[in-house]
Structure formats: structure tokens, C-alpha cells
């Protein structure tokens, strides 16, 4: 879950990498089993998404970030040596973060339908997650980058409309709720 080689967390593009994990997953799952690859591949997505539910901890509140970037990019450090301070940084109604709380919905949406048949509590569970994350993030919209300015150096947003309908479509697909395919069709 670390950044490009460094130890940070973002949030954004690890949400953004589960969603295509669980795709390729969806997708390709028997092609991936074939090479005896598919075990592999859904112990890697459980691991995120995991580290999801956590940095979930209440309705409206959501960890995107864990370090300071700043501090990160001055020190090569391997992740067992972690001493200094790790600062996390969250949304909330306060300082919404449509994009990234949506993008957030979307991963656990998607490993949901992942995990259906394998281990229900664990796909149940993601789907409550999912269910309160779309909410918070569609009656609070903002970009999380104008809530959170420091965030534009890193992973910058344009905009979140495109994540609500992202969202709101493997949402639909995970619990089949109709309501979502009528938000998104609307
Ligand atoms: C809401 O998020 C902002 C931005 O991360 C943070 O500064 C603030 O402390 C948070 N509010 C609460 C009540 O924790
Ligand atoms: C199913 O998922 C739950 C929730 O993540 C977890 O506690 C449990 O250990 C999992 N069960 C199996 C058999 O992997
Ligand atoms: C971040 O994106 C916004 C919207 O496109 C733009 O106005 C802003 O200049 C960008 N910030 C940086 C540091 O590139």
C-alpha cells in the first residue's frame, strides 16, 4: 500500500488501485486461477481493503492519507524502521472529499462482488462500509483537494462527478439496489 517506493499512504490511488484489482479479479479470476495466480490476487485485495474498513472508523469520517509527504520524500527509510511521526489526515463533513471517498466506495463495492462467494461476512461487511461512505460523500460534496490544499502537490483532484457515478455504478452492482442504477441513469 506504500507509495512508489516510499513509506506514505494516499488514500486516492490506492482506493483507485483496489477498484482495478477487483475488476482484473471480476474479469480474468479464471485466467488468474489457471496460473494458480487467483489466491494470490484476492489476499492482496482483502489486505487493502482491510486497511479500508479501518480508515472508516465512523459514518462520516474517512483516513486518506497516513504520513507526512513532506518528511517522507527527505528520508529513505525501510518500513520496518518507522520512527518518526505518521500524521494522518481524514475528511469529514467539515472538509468533505467526494472524489476520494467515493473512489474509496467504488474499491470496497467492487471487492464486495470479489469476495461474494468466498467469505460473506467479509463482503457483507464492505457493502454497509460502501453504503454509509456513498452517502457522506454525496451530501457533503467537495473536492478533497480544496478542503485539503497540501494534498494538490501529491495526487490533485478536478473534480468528483466522475467518481459519484463511479461509485454509484458498482454500487449498483454489488447490492443490486436499484436506486443507485436510477442515480447514476439520472
Ligand atoms: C476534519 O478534517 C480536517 C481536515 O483533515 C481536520 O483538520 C479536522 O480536525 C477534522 N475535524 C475533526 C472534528 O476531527
Ligand atoms: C471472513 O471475513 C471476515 C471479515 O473480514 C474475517 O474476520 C474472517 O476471518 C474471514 N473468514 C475467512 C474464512 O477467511
Ligand atoms: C490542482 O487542480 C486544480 C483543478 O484543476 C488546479 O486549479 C490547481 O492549480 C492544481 N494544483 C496544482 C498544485 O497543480
Not at 120 to 145: K, P, T
Request: aromatic share 12%; charged share 20%; hydrophobic share 40%.
Amino acid at each position: 500500500m506504500y507509495d512508489a517506493g516510499d513509506i506514505m499512504k494516499f488514500g486516492f490511488p490506492m482506493a483507485f488501485t483496489a477498484t482495478m484489482l477487483s475488476l482484473a479479479i471480476l474479469e480474468y479470476g479464471e485466467n488468474m486461477k489457471t496460473v494458480k495466480q487467483l489466491g494470490h490476487a484476492r489476499d492482496s485485495l482483502k489486505w487493502i481493503t482491510d486497511f479500508l474498513i479501518n480508515a472508516h472508523p465512523s459514518e462520516n469520517v474517512l483516513y486518506i492519507q497516513v504520513g507526512d509527504p513532506e518528511l517522507d520524500h527527505q528520508c529513505w527509510e525501510r518500513p520496518e524502521a518507522i520512527r518518526g511521526i505518521r500524521p494522518s489526515t481524514q475528511v469529514n463533513t467539515s472538509f468533505p472529499g467526494t472524489e476520494v471517498a467515493e473512489e474509496t466506495a467504488a474499491a470496497m463495492a467492487s471487492a464486495s462482488l470479489v469476495f461474494k462467494n468466498i467469505n460473506s461476512s467479509s463482503s457483507n461487511l464492505l457493502l454497509e462500509h460502501v453504503q454509509q461512505l456513498f452517502s457522506f460523500a454525496d451530501a457533503y460534496r467537495g473536492s478533497y483537494s480544496v478542503s485539503i490544499p497540501q494534498v494538490q502537490s501529491y495526487y490533485n483532484s478536478t473534480g468528483y462527478e466522475d467518481e459519484l457515478l463511479r461509485a454509484a455504478t458498482w454500487l449498483y452492482h454489488a447490492s443490486k439496489d436499484l436506486s443507485y442504477l436510477k442515480y447514476v441513469t439520472d
